[in-house]
């Protein structure tokens, strides 16, 4: 994982809009994030925790012959990121596929490297999630030096009233990235993802998307959008909500019951990390106890699609996945898309 050096707790958050750390604490479980600076777009970011992921697994770039990448802010409108990646690496031999899966995006890749692995397409894939959330905010250089403790101020009148406005999205967002190296493992030991179970319901594509930018309107980009920010996302959070604290447990469930097993064989369920308490639902409702799951999102906030990759190897880290374990994920994103999948560790 990479995660950028910028710190912004909630407490700077609170010099430029109306919020406090006790409503984010409480309403999300995030205490500080994460947040790029220019030049550390989300392709950026990506390589580097790409780089790592290789070193993890003693691997060169050119050892791998797929790249997948997933975000929702890639560095361009078009080409995506997964051409940046394989330049960045220094590759050019290697196919590149970019995913549009939002905070689903991590899981869908891994779904996509499982199956050009399973259908002998690929020997060994690079997934890559990354995000630059930054950069759909509209503060100036001056507002991001007081969000990252370098300044105070003054704070312009006009950032606080955009700040507060937007108050509900700019408070979960953060930036990271994650990859994983994944490839066919031979021995028989029963190892490995052992099952995804993914689904889309485009009826809620609208409780969570940017309105501006894109070939709906006419031109794809105008002044006018920048001016009624249509390219901040909008965010229904109660209907989000609701959809992640049912679809999630119903999906894990599913997926479970398919191999006749039970949350109570889960030794660890990896959730993707937009709010602690719709996390704190989720494992109400499978009936999870607290030593099934692993938050972190209290120090990084919504990574989008670098969350599970964050979590998963925070979760390693910290001596919670050992060969053997039974790891689920479960995410829900924009589109809106969600799934499980099943890793025997
Ligand atoms: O992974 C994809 C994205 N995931 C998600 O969006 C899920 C995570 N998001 C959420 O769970 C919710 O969107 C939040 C918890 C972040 C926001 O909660 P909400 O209930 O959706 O906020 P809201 O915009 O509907 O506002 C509810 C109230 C409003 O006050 P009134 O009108 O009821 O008096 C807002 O003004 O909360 C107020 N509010 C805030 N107050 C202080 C919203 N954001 C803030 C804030 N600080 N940061």
Known sequence: MFVPEGRVTNERLSLLMDTTDE????????AERRLARRGQSSSVLGAEAARRALADAGLEPGDVDLLVFATMTPDHYFPGNGGLLAHALGISGTHAIDLRMQCAGFLSGLHVADAFIRSGSARRVLLVGAECHASLFSWTD???????GESDGPIRPE???????????????????????????????????????MRTDGRHWDKLYVPGGGSASF???????????????????????????????????EILSQRGLT?????LLLM?????????????????????????????????????????HEAREAGRIRPGDLVGFTALGAGVHWGAALLRA
Not at 142 to 148: K, N, Q, R, S
Not at 184 to 197: M, S, V, W
Not at 295 to 305: D, E, L, V
């Open 23 to 30: 409503w984010i604490r409480q309403r999300t479980g995030i």
């Open 142 to 148: 001056e507002d991001w030096a007081v969000l990252f």
């Open 159 to 197: 950032a606080l009233a955009w700040g507060t406005q937007h108050r509900d999205r700019a408070v979960i967002f953060g930036d990271g990235a994650g990859a994983f190296v994944l490839e066919a493992h031979a021995a028989d030991d029963g190892r490995g993802f052992e099952a995804f179970l």
């Open 219 to 253: 031109p794809y980009f105008s002044p006018a959008m920048f001016a009624d920010n249509l390219t901040v996302p909008v965010v229904e959070g109660r209907q989000v909500y609701r959809l992640a604290t049912t679809a999630m447990p119903e999906i894990v469930r």
């Open 263 to 267: 949350p109570s064989d889960l030794t």
């Open 272 to 312: 993707h990390q937009a709010n602690l308490r719709i996390n704190e639902a989720v494992q109400k409702s499978l009936g999870l106890s607290d030593a099934q799951v692993f938050h972190n999102i209290q120090k990084y906030g919504n990574t989008t699609a670098a969350t599970l990759p964050l979590v998963f």
